[in-house]
């Protein structure tokens, strides 16, 4: 994934997923692992509810956690995205 993709993501519809307290507890039913995600990655899993770009997401969490670099939050967005769709939680959008 780059920096410049103009692709959008969304969650896996295959995933199952449950909010406990500040994080997500989020499984692929085939692979019986759970994946916790906390405060921030849960707004972004839930944000990813409709197809979003990266430039989408990076705007999101900008805004709800009111932080002042924009460039950061993509580096870090970017690593979560890359990781959520490693582990098929998140799929490009048709």
Not at 16 to 44: D, F, G, K
């Amino acid at each position: 994934m780059s920096t410049s993709d103009s692709r959008k993501y969304v969650q896996n519809p295959a995933v199952v997923s449950r909010e406990v307290a500040t994080e997500t507890i989020i499984m692929v039913p085939m692979q019986r692992h759970l994946n916790a995600l906390n405060a921030t990655a849960s707004s972004v899993w839930a944000f990813l509810a409709t197809a979003r770009t990266v430039d989408e997401v990076v705007a999101h969490v900008t805004a709800t956690f009111a932080v002042k670099d924009p460039a950061a939050v993509r580096e870090d967005m970017v690593a979560l995205l890359e990781d959520l769709e490693k582990k098929n939680l998140i799929v490009p959008a048709d």
